[in-house]
C-alpha cells in the first residue's frame, strides 16, 4: 500500500511542477506598417482584455472574460484584433493594401483557443 501511495505522491507532485501560467504576450508589434492579408468578422466571442503594461511589469493580471463581435485583421502574417472604436476604418479595409497601425496598449485573450492578440488602431501612425 505504501509503494502505490508513493507513486500517487509523486504524480501529483509531478504534475504540480509541470503547471506554469500560459504566457500573455502578444505577437507582433505595437506600431508600424503592414501589407492587410485577410480580416474577418468573430460574432460572440468570448474574450479577456488587459493593460500590455502588466505583461511588461511581469504582472499576472486577473483575466475576466465577456463576449464581444471580435474584428481580426491579419498584417504581413500576424493576427492583430481591431479596436471596438475602429468599426469604419475596418469596413474600408482592402486585401493587399498597405496601412498604418498602432497599438491603444491592451492585449485579447480569446477563451476558446488560448491565443492573445494586440489590439490596434488602423490608420494610425
Known amino acids: 500500500m505504501h509503494f502505490v501511495m508513493k507513486i500517487f505522491i509523486f504524480c501529483v507532485f509531478a504534475f504540480l511542477?509541470?503547471?506554469?501560467?500560459a504566457s500573455l504576450e502578444a505577437p507582433g508589434s505595437d506600431k508600424g506598417f503592414g501589407t492587410v492579408q485577410d480580416f474577418s468578422i468573430s460574432p460572440n466571442v468570448r474574450m479577456a482584455l488587459y493593460s500590455s503594461s502588466d505583461t511588461e511589469a511581469e504582472k499576472q493580471p486577473e483575466l475576466e472574460f465577456g463576449s464581444m463581435d471580435v474584428h481580426y485583421v491579419t498584417l504581413d502574417g500576424t493576427t492583430y484584433m481591431v479596436d471596438w472604436s475602429d468599426i469604419e476604418d475596418?469596413?474600408?479595409?482592402?486585401?493587399g493594401a498597405q496601412i498604418p497601425f498602432r497599438s491603444n496598449g491592451y492585449l485579447a485573450r480569446e477563451e476558446s483557443t488560448g491565443?492573445?492578440?494586440r489590439v490596434i488602431m488602423l490608420n494610425e501612425s
Open 90 to 95: 475596418f469596413k474600408s479595409l482592402k486585401i
Open 17 to 21: 511542477m509541470a503547471c506554469k501560467p
Open 115 to 117: 491565443k492573445n492578440y
